[in-house]
């Protein structure tokens, strides 16, 4: 059975995120994406503290679509590095990981 994943990717801006969706979900790599935010975030970015508002992206795909999800990030995200994180699924009910499935296609 292909493992189902979430991938977490939080972006600097709303139209960000809608980019990297629209295109995950019309390529077929993401069944579907989600937004949320803005979120407060904190963290370290070449020896100093930053504070910035971000919105986390969550896509829903094949934990076989992680290259073409990094494709698409890398082409529209404007960060240097960008956090892209594969969370497998340990559970998914039957009925949504076949809709998955029918709406990605896999490499």
Known sequence: MTELTLYRITCPRQR?????ADEAV???AAACANIEGPIASTYRWKGVVEQAF???LW?????ANFA??????????????PAIVALGC???NAP????VLENTDTE
């Open 90 to 92: 340990t559970q998914v």
């Open 16 to 20: 960000v995120a809608r980019a990297i």
């Open 26 to 28: 019309e390529s077929r």
């Open 68 to 81: 073409k999800i990094e494709a698409i990030v890398a082409e529209h995200h404007p960060y240097d590095v």
């Open 96 to 99: 949504y990981q076949a809709w």
């Open 59 to 63: 896509l829903k795909a094949p934990a």
């Open 54 to 56: 971000e919105f986390i």
